[in-house]
């Protein structure tokens, strides 16, 4: 259904020299073939190491996507807009908004609006049109989110994406049918006028007893009947998750992962007028985040094999003199 408010968002700088570091960014994706596809709908969505510019690998695991952040490492959000049209993101990290610092909702506001095909990376807390607090790889507890009482959601990265919303094309309305239209000159094959005006009349009231439109409130109802369903099943693993996640906490091999509020930076923004076409988003994009040794221990990064401890006597009950090496 499409929002019946118009909203300010912000809206990206486009200083060129902004601009072509953000793209440069932007094309550095490493991530392996599985990860190609997995986010590529209305926008590409990455997580780059500024120190590098190399787009951090996203693992997949058991149904989620996961990157490796190096503790203290700064980085960005880096999104790109693949479609002809503008849209809007709203950066959730670690549940709270990027630009307000509030906790963060999926809905169409408090969001980056892009312009088509434009890429950019989003690198820190929103502090003021001018200004951003630089993201970067903390220990949980130093996290912005946990600092401001929040913990719960530390450690995911999320993009709600909306589409803008098209003005309605105007049609001109069709002209009137005057006395002669072809409806009428079919029944005037009638010697009768009375016959023609009976014929006309029949057909208005067989019109009349045609069964009636479902009213819209009962269109409106089933429609809603589905979305509230899907809300529900939506619902029950996101409480399982959380579960699970307190476990895995307990038994991490470091302390877990979240983004700090890091030193200010310059980065330039505008607001301008964007209407969504939905007031639920078109995509969402999820990608959780945690160390390196912490992501072997749950088990979505394989660990590497140990290397082989030399043995000095790998070979038992030899016997004989040492032979010469081969072209000797």
């Excluded at 809007?88 to 892009?114: C, H, Q």
């Excluded at 301008?272 to 221990?297: G, H, K, M, T, W």
Aim: contains cysteine; proline residues 8%; hydrophobic residues 40%.
């Amino acid at each position: 259904m499409a929002s019946s408010f118009i909203h300010r968002a912000r809206r990206l700088g486009l200083s060129p020299l902004l601009a072509c570091a953000a793209l440069a960014g932007g094309l550095a994706y490493t991530a392996g073939a599985q990860a190609e596809s997995w986010n590529r709908t209305l926008a590409d969505v990455r997580l780059v190491d500024r120190n590098s510019g190399q787009a951090l690998s996203v693992y997949e695991y058991k149904g989620e996507y996961w990157v490796a952040g190096r503790p203290g490492a700064s980085y960005s959000v880096d999104i790109t807009n693949r479609t002809g049209e503008r849209i809007l993101a709203v950066v959730s990290v670690d549940g709270v908004n990027a630009i307000t610092g509030k906790s963060a909702a999926a809905a169409p506001k408090d969001g980056y609006v892009f312009d088509p095909r434009r890429n950019w990376a989003i690198t820190g807390w929103r502090k003021s049109d001018s200004q951003v607090a630089a993201f970067y790889f903390s220990e949980s507890d130093a996290s912005y989110a946990s600092r401001t009482g929040r913990p719960r959601d530390v450690g995911v990265i999320g993009v709600a994406l909306f589409r803008e919303r098209v003005a309605p094309v105007v049609r001109p309305l069709p002209p009137p049918v005057s006395r002669n239209a072809p409806m009428v000159e079919e029944r005037e094959y009638s010697r009768s006028n009375s016959d023609s005006q009976n014929r006309v009349e029949a057909v208005t009231a067989d019109a009349a007893a045609a069964p009636a439109a479902p009213a819209p409130a009962a269109a409106a109802t089933a429609q809603a009947a589905p979305a509230a369903a899907e809300s529900a099943q939506a619902a029950k693993p996101r409480m399982a998750e959380s579960n699970a996640d307190r476990v895995t906490k307990r038994s991490s091999a470091s302390p877990t992962l979240g983004t700090g509020h890091g030193a200010l930076e310059t980065s330039y923004t505008t607001d301008v007028e964007f209407e969504a076409a939905n007031s639920r988003p078109d995509q969402i994009v999820r990608i959780r985040y945690d160390s390196y040794a912490n992501l072997i221990a749950k088990g979505v990064i394989r660990a590497p094999r140990p290397d082989r401890v030399p043995d000095p006597f790998p070979a038992q009950g030899r016997n004989g003199f040492v032979p010469d090496p081969p072209r000797w």
